[in-house]
């Protein structure tokens, strides 16, 4: 039935609709939920100690996130890559943390200054998803660093589905398209939604991150933090 040009609709489909608003609203209060940095600075020196420093460091994070409320993704992007690549000092993790692979929450990065790739890579991607990076646009992505013949870990950032991903890295401060990084091969990503494999059309799809018992790990920490 048309009045006008607005369709009424069938009553069948108002608990549909209604579902899909509430879905809708519940989502986007998730997203745009504010981080509770006083509740996070206490818990962090009954966690982690005291440290001047570190909590000068959580402010200067906060006052980012602050600051970039308002700035377009690709601003969002370049801002918090400069964050961490000049807040965080890389140490390997059997110097930092007396094990040979330990994934540290970015308020336990902060709190010592410092991390290995992993933790720029997780620090980031916490931060643009508080920003309002859908999840869908942004993966941890697992490479080998081909000229250190190393293991190495970036944040990947895809304007769209199948668009070729910008290169959030410590290695280098500048943001480039990953067909411009021949130094790094993707062997596997993942965000907070699934688990991918490299390929054309940005990857394929092979699981969840449920089976990363590491990220399950560093969720688990941040709630201890006192993250939503």
Same mark, same amino acid.
């Given at each position: 039935?048309?009045?006008?040009?607005?369709?009424?609709?069938?009553?069948?489909?108002?608990?549909?609709?209604?579902?899909?608003?509430?879905?809708?609203?519940?989502?986007?209060?998730?997203?745009?939920?504010?981080?509770?940095?006083?509740?996070?600075?206490?818990?962090?020196?009954?966690?982690?100690?005291?440290?001047?420093?570190?909590?000068?460091?959580?402010?200067?994070?906060?006052?980012?996130?602050?600051?970039?409320?308002?700035?377009?993704?690709?601003?969002?992007?370049?801002?918090?890559?400069?964050?961490?690549?000049?807040?965080?000092r890389f140490r390997?993790?059997?110097?930092?943390?007396? %094990?040979? =692979?330990?994934?540290?929450?970015?308020? /336990?990065?902060?709190? @010592?200054? *410092?991390?290995?790739?992993?933790?720029? $890579?997780?620090?980031?991607?916490?931060?643009?998803?508080?920003?309002?990076?859908?999840?869908?646009?942004?993966?941890?992505?697992?490479?080998?660093?081909?000229?250190?013949?190393?293991?190495?870990?970036?944040?990947?950032?895809?304007?769209?589905?199948?668009?070729t991903p910008l %290169?959030? =890295?410590?290695?280098?401060?500048?943001? /480039?398209?990953?067909? @411009?990084? *021949?130094?790094?091969?993707?062997?596997? $990503?993942?965000?907070?939604?699934?688990?991918?494999?490299?390929?054309?059309?940005?990857?394929?799809?092979?699981?969840?991150?449920?089976?990363?018992?590491?990220?399950?790990?560093?969720?688990?920490?941040?709630?201890?933090?006192?993250?939503?």
């Amino acid at each position: 039935m048309q009045i006008g040009r607005r369709e009424v609709l069938p009553a069948c489909r108002w608990p549909w609709l209604f579902a899909w608003l509430l879905a809708t609203l519940l989502g986007t209060c998730a997203l745009s939920a504010e981080w509770d940095f006083t509740r996070i600075g206490k818990r962090a020196e009954q966690l982690y100690g005291p440290s001047r420093e570190g909590r000068e460091r959580l402010n200067d994070w906060q006052r980012l996130l602050q600051e970039q409320a308002g700035a377009g993704e690709i601003e969002r992007l370049q801002a918090v890559n400069r964050f961490f690549n000049l807040r965080l000092r890389f140490r390997d993790d059997i110097e930092l943390w007396r %094990v040979n =692979d330990y994934w540290a929450t970015p308020v /336990e990065a902060l709190h @010592r200054g *410092a991390g290995d790739c992993e933790d720029f $890579a997780i620090a980031k991607y916490f931060s643009l998803r508080q920003l309002g990076v859908p999840s869908e646009k942004l993966r941890i992505t697992y490479v080998k660093a081909v000229r250190l013949n190393q293991a190495h870990m970036v944040l990947t950032y895809y304007a769209r589905p199948t668009a070729t991903p910008l %290169v959030l =890295d410590n290695l280098i401060d500048a943001i /480039e398209p990953a067909d @411009r990084r *021949a130094d790094l091969l993707p062997v596997y $990503a993942f965000n907070a939604e699934g688990l991918w494999l490299p390929g054309s059309s940005g990857g394929k799809q092979v699981g969840d991150s449920k089976r990363l018992s590491r990220w399950q790990d560093l969720l688990k920490k941040m709630r201890a933090e006192g993250f939503p």
